[in-house]
């Protein structure tokens, strides 16, 4: 595989990332965890699942921002006069989708946190491939999180999409999302 070039390979490479990640996570689960009955009886297999699920909605909401990003980059200004159903919707998955995505990324961090101390404390977990699987996911996260920095300096969005400034107070969604900016678009 190649190096990332720009924004747009380097969103592709952070999608597929996710999805390997929700794949490596949840294999890793299943072949390595211990079992009576055939049942897994690591306390994180419940945050596990949920993990996992999540990380497959990030690459969707991914998916849809960066069409969204496409999308936007193939219409010349002149498009955005009056605004149609379909380049509304667009438009919500450009400015909103990657608040959505960064907050998750952000809730994804804490779960792995506590799947962390469940395996590296929990007796039940207690397996050298179970917690080398986990260490796995945790380098995937982070270097999605390196690959959104990366991308926030290369993605270029048309300024012709937002409104202008406003002078009003900034609400809390808006104070959210210059909190959240920093890893990644």
């Known amino acids: 595989m190649q190096a990332p070039q720009n924004a747009q390979d380097i969103s592709k490479a952070r999608n597929e990332i996710w999805w390997a990640g929700a794949r490596t996570f949840m294999l890793n689960l299943f072949k390595f965890s211990p079992r009576i009955n055939d049942r897994v009886i690591c306390p994180s297999r419940r945050p596990s699942f949920a993990l996992a699920y999540i990380w497959c909605a990030i690459a969707l909401i991914h998916f849809a921002t960066a069409w969204g990003h496409a999308y936007i980059e193939s219409l010349p200004e002149e498009e955005f006069q009056q605004l149609s159903p379909q380049q509304r919707a667009v438009g919500f998955s450009v400015k909103t989708l990657p608040l959505a995505t960064r907050l ?63 002078e009003e107070q900034p609400t809390l969604f808006t104070q959210i999302k210059q909190a959240t900016k920093a890893i990644g678009p």
């Not at 962390?116 to 699987?133: D, F, K, R, T, W």
């Not at 796995?136 to 990366?150: D, E, K, P, T, Y």
């Open 104 to 166: 998750l990324l952000l809730w994804t961090g804490f779960m792995l946190q506590v799947i962390v101390l469940q395996v590296l404390l929990a007796p039940e977990c207690n397996g050298i491939s179970l917690q080398g699987g986990i260490s796995l996911c945790c380098f995937i996260w982070l270097l999605v999180i390196a690959l959104g920095i990366v991308s926030r300096t290369k993605t270029f969005i048309t300024p012709y999409i937002y409104d202008p400034s406003h």
